[in-house]
């Protein structure tokens, strides 16, 4: 449930800007959020602009706010600003009154444009309303790709692209979990390739393919009475349960309200966090008391180490180095481990090139439409350095879907 509401620059706004507040855009859904009283002033001599607003919801829920902007007067808000922070800004805001976003609107846009500027303020109870065991990720557009120039050819251009809001996993799937849906699964006509391997009962599963994880996503949703979202052709008419199946875009009922792998476009949105343009889901340096990855501080020079395998996953064995899940601080959405520990695969197949073709910045982008060799990897892992942590950054290596390797993992995500 979500509401909307905007506000005008005015031709005086590099002065003393004044604004119109709309009228309310509301879904459908009964006692949606409701934003109000939206007022904006820009700080004198700056490009800071301070938004604050009302918000209440008759549920009592928490809710997600986002801003989106129009340099057309509202006919679209397709511009790509993110400067947008504050304690009014991102997930869990409490419902009250002069909740408060500041954005840098000088850093976003060129000051000619702001007479025709419109700003719109949207607030989501889907946060509160996410199941126990997952995160809500709120709708919005991003920056995605390779914003510090770090050198990464699959993961450049940087281009803004808008995901509907989704549910996902707070944790790697762990071998506990692994180990309940797939004991069902092959009592129900399911088959694995691997039987998928654990250091501990709370660390992620590893050593499973990519055709294992879209199988066991299937199991999990109809052990748990929902929907499968994977089917063996387009004419979605045979759950994919059994095989290796090389599956595109057509063979996803994404409609579904099961269990499936996020695409790379969702992955990388949930792991930034809400924190826009920065290597990590945290800020622009890394350290094994932030992550389970292998440092190298003389290779990078955001990489603050202390160097070699993390100590908190050499408890036990380097190989695998894996940490129970949860070891370190969560997000800005409330997910864990999104950076290190182990590789999380994507829906996507793997196109180096993919980022400067049209479909990249498509609304909800599934990545290639064919089928090709390799799909994506995300996150980095124990074993490997401080770049492949990073936020922007796409696994390409030994990334055909039926590798199985001791630092692929995986975390599922739903739809609302």
Known sequence: MKCKVGFQMGPAFLLAASFLCLGFLVSATAAPPVVSNVRASQRVGTGLVDILYDVSDADG??????????????????????????????????????????WDAGADLDPLVWARVKVKVTADDGYWNAPAEMAYVPPGSYWMGDSMNDGDTGGTPRHYVYVSAFY?????????????????????GYDFNNVGSAKGTNHPVQTISWYDMVKWCNARSEMRGRAPVYFTSAAQTTVYRTGQVNLDNGCVKWTANGYRLPTEAEWEKAARGGLGGRRFPWGDTISESQANYYGQTGSYGYDLGPNGYNSIGSIGGTSPATSPTGSFAANGYGLYDMAGNVWEWCWDWYDGSWYSNAGATQNDTRGPSGVLSLRVLRGGDWVNRASCARCAYRNSGYTAPSCANVNFGFRCVRGL
């Open 168 to 188: 996902m996993d707070k944790f790697e799937i762990t071998g506990t979990l692994w180990v309940e849906v797939k004991s069902w699964a092959v009592a129900n």
């Open 61 to 102: 829920d928490h809710v997600a706010v986002t801003a989106a902007v129009s340099l057309d007067g509202g006919a679209t808000y397709s511009a790509a600003p993110h400067s947008f922070s504050g304690a009014g800004y991102g997930a869990n805001i409490t419902p009250g009154a002069n909740r408060a976003i500041v």
